[in-house]
Structures are given as C-alpha cells and as structure tokens.
C-alpha cells in the first residue's frame, strides 16, 4: 500500500514542507481538498502527515461540505469492493475477433483525432502507483489479479478481458431489461451472478458489444473528473457501487 512518502516522492517533497504548506492553507479546506485529490493524497496519508485522526480530517473538509470519500477513491481498476464478483477481472487470453489487439484497433478509431484519449486512459492517474514498477492490489482496486507489473498494456488487457467476461454473464432476457433499466444496481448484480446455459453472442457480436461500449466508458471517463478507476463506471462497477 502506498504511503504518504511514496506520494511527497513524486511531487516532489518533503514532510516538513507538505506541512508548511497545508498549515500556511489551514483556513482553505477547499484547497487542500484540490490537492489532495489531484494527488491521490487519501484521509489516511493526511492523518499520517499531520497527526489528526482520519474523522478529524473529515470533519475538517465537511465544514465546507467537501466528501472526504473521494479521497479515498485511487484505485486504477474499482473503488468499490467487488466481493463475489471479482473473478470477473481477468486479463484477456481471447483470440480473433476478441482478441485484445482486434479490440483495440476497432475502438481507437473512435480517438483518430485525440489519441491521448485512448492511450493515456490506460496510464495511471498518480505517478506513486507506478513508481516500484508494480500495480498492488490496494493500487488496482482488485485483490484477486495479485501483483503485476504496472504497465499500460497489462490494464488494456484486463479492461478488455474484463468487459468481455461481463457480457458473456447476459442472457437475453437480462440484457434486455438491463437496457431498458440503466443504473439498476440489483439487476446487475444478479446478472452478473449467474451464468447463461448459453452464449447470447457469437464472438464477432461480442466484439462489437464490447467495442461500442469500451468507447462509451472512455469517453465517460475523460468526461468525468470525479471517475478514478477505469471501470468504476462500467455495469460492473455500477453493480457494486458503494460497497
């Protein structure tokens, strides 16, 4: 898990001058809050820092009306436990039309005039995460992945993998609702759950699922400042959310 060091690292500075900085700014929570969160600092490196409890710190941001709970939200991958469902995450191993690169190459034609909108959605959002050249499973946001080598291409690959595995738990019926019934966290949740008795897609259909909607969570993404984990917003996330 990272700490406070590992994050004044990157910035780059000290604890002394962190320090400095946040009593030089103790009567505008709003801006520590900005720093904060645009440095992936949580509650508990703040309390590690300062001294003061995390509830202390929350009340401190909650005079303003700031929620101290996006702090804590700096995983890659979720910011929601994802319990039962977490063998849903899984690196892509698919071949042919499924396969990470045929993906890949029909989705990017969507950013043709912004490629950082594709590449750079595959980048973690805080240098800390990626300074040991390991992704942990606290920096994921996932626990059964283990540790892996934090690189772009290995998100990429469990993003699709992942998106993959969500759709194949649809069945007709399911889906169906699902559509007409965005945001509906029960019915994902049971849906994704329970295991067809059969595909409801050949694997050129699936592709084109999975493309269509891998665009849409990018473009949300980049849309969004509040989303942090790459696939907090997908019906996997939303399915979880607020566990």
């Known amino acids: 898990m990272a700490t406070i060091d590992d994050v004044l690292n990157e910035i780059p500075a000290t604890r002394p001058q962190a320090l400095d900085w946040i009593y030089a700014h103790a009567d505008q929570p709003?801006?520590?809050f900005e720093l904060a969160f645009g440095n992936g600092i949580t509650t508990s490196m703040l309390s590690d820092l300062t001294g003061f409890s995390n509830n202390q710190i929350s009340a401190y941001f909650a005079t303003k009306g700031l929620d101290v709970g996006l702090l804590e939200e700096v995983g890659i991958l979720f910011n929601s436990e994802l319990g039962s469902l977490d063998h849903l995450v899984e690196f892509n191993d698919h071949g042919g039309a499924l396969s990470t690169v045929s993906l890949r190459?029909?989705?990017k034609v969507s950013f043709e005039d912004d490629s950082t909108s594709y590449d750079g959605f595959f980048e973690s959002l805080f240098d800390y995460q990626e300074s040991d050249g390991i992704y942990s499973p606290d920096e994921l946001g996932v626990k059964n992945l283990g540790n892996i080598t934090a690189?772009?291409?290995n998100i990429e690959s469990i993003f699709y993998g992942t998106l993959i595995n969500i759709f194949q738990q649809f069945d007709a019926a399911e889906y169906q609702q699902i559509i007409e019934s965005p945001g509906n966290q029960a019915l994902l949740f049971e849906a994704l759950n329970d295991t067809p008795t059969a595909p409801l897609w050949t694997d050129v259909e699936l592709a084109s699922q999975v493309t269509s909607y891998a665009v849409e969570l990018i473009?949300?993404?980049w849309n969004d400042?509040?989303?942090?984990?790459i696939l907090d917003n997908s019906f996997l996330g939303e399915a979880?959310?607020?566990s």
Do not use: W
Not at 225 to 229: D, K, P, S
């Open 219 to 221: 473009d949300e993404y």
């Open 151 to 153: 690189s772009e291409e």
């Open 105 to 107: 190459d029909t989705v």
């Open 225 to 229: 400042f509040t989303l942090i984990g």
């Open 240 to 242: 979880v959310i607020g």
């Open 30 to 32: 709003e801006t520590i």
